[in-house]
């Protein structure tokens, strides 16, 4: 048995109104399904990401790093800041393109991937 693709990754957030405002305003992600406060799942170029509560996570859980692909880091970088977020630093990867890390408002490491020219 292998791996096939990520399906999905998700994480706990403690305000799901703010963090639905984040990463659908703020990054651009599709809405596709939401229950209230206990889970949302966003379409993210054919691979699922979700929000979810506390209560509907396992216990103990704890966020991982999702990897976006973006057309043009600076083009969002100013919105991440001003929507809550935290940029960490850039990181140029030369043929590849580069890479931006940065924390959400609930504080999860994320990273926006920005393909070469």
Known sequence: ??????????YVTADMDRAIAFYRDTLGLDLAFHDGAKWSQFKAGGVGFALSSAEE????????TVVFEVGDISAIK??????GGEVLGERDMGDHGKVMT???????????FQRAS
């Open 1 to 10: 048995m292998t791996v096939e693709k990520l399906q999905n990754a998700y």
């Open 57 to 64: 996570a396992p216990a103990g859980a704890v966020g991982a």
């Open 78 to 83: 100013p919105a991440i800041a001003a929507a």
């Open 102 to 112: 940065f924390r959400d408002p609930d504080g999860n490491l994320v990273q926006l």
